[in-house]
């Protein structure tokens, strides 16, 4: 919660971010054309200082299916 009251202005409406990575951009579920079924997106930090829409980017259709793309890597 504190999270989404720090950026929130720098955020589109029914964009809620869930993670952050180390640098301050997050990865978010994007409401703004399902209500029920989000998307995810990567919301870039810096971007978003000076273009709120332009700041996000696709990253899958479900939490589902960002889920089954991770992977523990099996190469030494």
């Known amino acids: ?37 989000p998307i995810v997106v990567f919301w870039d930090n810096e ?6 829409e332009g700041a996000i980017y696709h990253i899958c259709d479900s939490f589902s299916e960002l889920i089954q793309s991770l992977h523990e890597s099996t190469e030494s």
Do not use: Q
Request: glycine letters at 2%; a negative charge.
């Open 1 to 37: 919660v504190n999270t989404y009251c720090d950026i929130n202005e720098r955020l589109v409406d029914k964009i809620i971010p869930f993670a952050e990575d180390p640098f301050g951009n997050m990865i978010c579920f994007d409401y703004r054309n399902d209500d029920t079924n």
């Open 47 to 52: 971007k978003s200082y000076t273009d709120k």
